[in-house]
């Protein structure tokens, strides 16, 4: 008798070709069972093309996690708890649950073995997370391959370093990641490394101390600003950064609770408006309702939106 077809979603996407999908989808669903409808809704009447791009990025992350698969899928798990528990909280209370980085610091999110957790299930966001994955998609269509003949790039807070290797890939030339943290520098480096990432610059920089120089062309600042007390200084710190002619890539998530949330922004045009209040002007804008929700749908619900916004500064040409 022929061998019946897997249906499973690991199953199809193997069939499909997307041999990493397959293997990241199949690893969570061992540890979660019970993640797997929402994983069908993930990937259901996805593009060929989006589906190429998100086999791109899990082939990236899958050479992250490899060694450690079991681990991670964990991880992932914990740390979709660990958003319900805020997603109760803001729901209750109308906020999120710390307004300052002591109060998140004092929280214990940065403390092992929970942030390692809490990395490891953020890196499988990229590909399992609809909304992450279309962020991934406009980085590299909308900014990164329309960005002309300008090279250097510069990404403030690069976490995981997905988009810090994408750009190298694509520039062909060095880029340099700036972080606050020792230890995410850290994360970062040994990600890039694992990556086989060469010429990256990685310092400790506070960008808020400058320069104001216009040194890079291009920068990037994705999931960065709703961490900080005040935003607004930051991505005024962000224009002295570019050049006349430069493009910044801003990714912020709106009604998103986190255990490291601070800045709330209630609506995707509230945080465009906040950017071309602060020094810049929107070329490009773009919005990703999460898994499952359309667009209408999240808005009326105050559930999480991506919200994309590619730049240059106000007043340059």
């Known amino acids: 008798m022929p061998r019946a077809a897997d249906t499973t979603v690991a199953g199809k996407l193997g069939a499909g070709g997307y ?12 540890v979660w069972p019970q993640h797997e409808d929402f ?3 993930r990937f259901e009447g996805e593009s060929a093309e989006q589906l190429r791009f998100a086999e791109e990025t899990a082939g990236l992350v899958w050479r992250l996690i490899a060694h450690e698969a079991a681990e991670a899928a964990i991880g992932y798990r914990r740390l979709c708890v660990e958003l319900l528990r805020e997603e109760h909280f803001f729901r209750r209370h109308g906020r999120y649950r710390y307004a300052t ?5 004092d929280s214990g999110v940065f403390e092992e073995p929970r942030v390692s957790h809490y990395q490891r299930g953020l890196l499988l966001t990229q590909v399992l997370w609809q909304n992450h994955a279309r962020v991934g998609e406009t980085y590299v269509r909308a900014f990164l391959e329309r960005r002309g003949a300008r090279k250097r790039l510069l990404e ?3 976490g995981h370093g997905l988009f810090l290797a994408m750009a190298g890939a694509r520039l062909g030339c060095d880029v340099t990641g700036w ?33 104001r120089d216009g040194t890079f062309d291009l920068v990037v600042a994705s999931e960065l600003l709703e961490h900080v ?9 962000l224009r002295g950064l570019l050049s006349e002619d430069g493009r910044i890539f801003l990714n912020v998530p709106v009604n998103s609770p986190a255990p490291d949330h601070i800045y709330l922004w209630r609506s995707p045009e509230e945080f465009f408006d906040f950017v071309a209040g602060n020094g810049f002007t929107p070329l490009t804008t773009r919005t990703f309702p999460l898994t499952g929700s359309t667009e209408e749908r999240a808005r009326e619900g105050r559930f999480t939106i991506s919200c994309v916004v590619v730049a240059r500064a106000a007043g340059a040409g």
């Open 19 to 30: 041999e990493h999908l397959a293997r990241i989808v199949a690893q969570v669903v061992d």
């Open 39 to 41: 994983l069908a809704l």
């Open 179 to 211: 972080d606050i943290s020792d230890a995410m520098l850290a994360y970062t480096g040994r990600n890039l490394a694992a990556l086989g990432v060469e010429g990256t610059t990685l310092a400790r920089h506070d960008i808020r101390e400058g320069p």
């Open 156 to 158: 403030v807070g690069p």
């Open 229 to 237: 007390e005040d935003p607004g200084a930051v991505l005024r710190s």
């Open 101 to 105: 980085v002591r109060e998140v610091r």
